[in-house]
């Protein structure tokens, strides 16, 4: 886990919103374990971030982006088969392409 501040104000200290803890008959903390994830920064009261789980989730934002493998379109002009990902110009005759 990697917490930081959404507004990135410096500080280092966060509190868990939804930890349920557990204490025994004298009120003394036990134990406690995090219900449902999320943080704020106790130095500003911002959210605050797990840096540690955003790339797995960026990564898979970005393979949702990506145009299925293999797929090509034909040039209206010339009619070539060219390659999503080879630009927006045919390079066979030049002409602009329109990715759908
Ligand atoms: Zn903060
Ligand atoms: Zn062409």
Redesign the pocket.
Known sequence: MLLMCTRRCGGDLFRALFAEVDIDSGGDYQDHRIAQPGFICLNCGAPALDLSEVPAEMEAEAAADEPPAGADIL?P??E?LVQVDSGME?P??G?PLEVA
Do not use: H, K
């Open positions: 040039c002009v010339c070539t045919c066979n005759c002409a």
